[in-house]
Nanobody
Framework: QVQLVESGGGLVQAGGSLRLSCTASGRTFNNALMGWFRQTPGKEREFVAAINRSGGSTIESDYYSDSAKGRFTIVRDNAKNAVFLQMNSLQPEDTAVYYC??????????????????WGQGTQVTVSA
């Protein structure tokens, strides 16, 4: 059974930082698209960041939403079968439940949540003003 387990959420003041972790079990995602999405009550889930590697390439590409660009960094640790999201300069508008997601391989259009086959349970991030 494939599982994605997020951790690292919490309460932080504006301007602070958090590092979210997502550890996978049940299969490896070393060359697959992995991403982070977030959702607030009453709103649709939105793309935050993704990391992807096309077939045969040794170079990984990372992608960010406009709001995350320059503040968030996504990295992958293949040895741990995990992906991390370092979030700096957090603002109250970053408050949301953050979800880790994984696809079964390389996927284009990483910002669409239907590209991902597996999802974590989510971790709450709250940024106070």
């Amino acid at each position: 059974q494939v599982q994605l387990v997020e951790s690292g959420g919490g309460l932080v003041q504006a301007g602070g930082s958090l590092r979210l972790s997502c550890t996978a079990s049940g299969r490896t995602f070393n060359n697959a698209l992995m991403g982070w999405f977030r959702q607030t009550p009453g709103k649709e889930r939105e793309f935050v960041a993704a990391i992807n590697r096309s077939g045969g390439s040794t170079i990984e590409s990372d992608y960010y939403s406009d709001s995350a660009k320059g503040r968030f960094t996504i990295v992958r640790d293949n040895a741990k079968n995990a992906v991390f999201l370092q979030m700096n300069s957090l603002q109250p508008e970053d408050t949301a439940v953050y979800y880790c997601a994984a696809a079964t391989g390389y996927r284009s259009a990483y910002y669409f949540d239907d590209r991902y086959a597996y999802w974590g349970q989510g971790t709450q991030v709250t940024v106070s003003a």
